[in-house]
């Protein structure tokens, strides 16, 4: 689990805005890109979105996991964009129990659980041949899972995420990691990093390593930052090593900044990746 951080989202946002008044409105929705809420239910549970759906009908659907603090300019200008394409796009902007805030080494299950229903029950609103799935920081993570255990995605792109996911959450320096941590340390008298990687796993079951080989038969690719330390560089480079990606962008910087300049300098290459993959499932 990675703690959703309000000042994150503020800061994506200023910085998207900031770009907004000096020139770059063309990287956001206008006409029928303009972004729609919905709600999708299953029994007791309900999945929150932003719906983008474009002038013609599409073969093609993007899905966005977004990063920590949840959904925010960043994943609209992506979502925009690719609109713009011809992708019909659902940006996964909440869903039931998506901020638990218990500190039991079970809760990372149900909570990287709950995000793969909320995908799987978006993915059945989706009639098209081509779906493909971005995800960012904590995003990430649920799209390094989401790459091996659903089937109708052809393509996933992830931004700053790694694996084994309980080494991102005991090495994660973000400061609701390193508090969970010394939390877990005095109620559970844990003693080293590597006891609590160890509950964690035992507790946990679906390490992108530990889920097959399904994702092999995707696209994939990867955006690293090489000083990451919220997610670390280390495991970040561990999921490039299990993927192989076809498609990789090396950022030399943190993970704040690995994320806007992905998105700054590198958001032609995402629409390409998914426009070749798009190219070669619609040829068939």
Known sequence: MMLKSANLIHIFNCIGMALFSTGCASLFGHGHCQPEQKTYSDADFTVKTLNYIPAHPSDKTLFIFPPTGGTNIIDKSYASKFCKKGYQVYVLDGWTMDQETEIDFEIHQRFYSKAQKALALVLNQSKTKFNGLIGTSVGGLHASIS???????????????????????????????????????????????AEQVQRIRQAFHLEPFQLGDRYKNKDLGVSIATQDTVVPAEQQNKLKSLWKPIKEISIPNDHFWGIVRTWLFHSDELVEFFEQSSRAQLLF
């Open 147 to 193: 790459a091996s255990v659903q089937d109708r995605l052809d393509a996933v792109f992830v931004i700053t995420a790694g694996t084994p996911i309980a080494e991102v959450v005991v090495y994660s320096d973000q400061k609701a990691m390193k508090d969970l941590k010394q939390r877990r340390k005095e109620k559970f008298k844990t003693t080293s990093d």
